[in-house]
């Protein structure tokens, strides 16, 4: 896996992306160093589609969808909506399934976080 440093902290119509599992990794990698949270709504080897976690208690229009595109034989940001909720509304989010990864891309901030509490 690739340094943090080397994901892109904002997602835009058009991204590329190699691989599905580098699509889902930029997207994580996007929303938590946004400290932004979201709710995978479809996912497979073609495509990856998220919510925002909390669009039935805020009404969050967050829509993201990457899908394959075969001419390129890439995966490709195909529609971005950005959250229109408040970002202290994600201030409790726990990300249980993606921990690993978290920990993995995100050590460095979480160890510098602590270190100026």
Known sequence: MA???NMPDTLFVGQTFAS???????VLHAMVTKG???????????????ICRLS???GC??????AYMTRSEQFELRKFIAHTCDL???QNWKASNSAKL??????????????TR
């Open 88 to 90: 202290s509304s994600h």
């Open 36 to 50: 932004l949270s979201l709710k995978v709504s479809a996912s497979d080897r073609t495509r990856f589609h998220a």
């Open 20 to 26: 599905i599992d580098e699509a889902r990794e930029s």
């Open 56 to 58: 039935k208690e805020t």
């Open 3 to 5: 340094a943090s440093s």
């Open 102 to 115: 978290i920990a993995h891309r995100h050590g460095d901030i979480v160890k510098s976080d602590f270190q």
């Open 61 to 66: 229009k967050f829509f993201l969808r990457i």
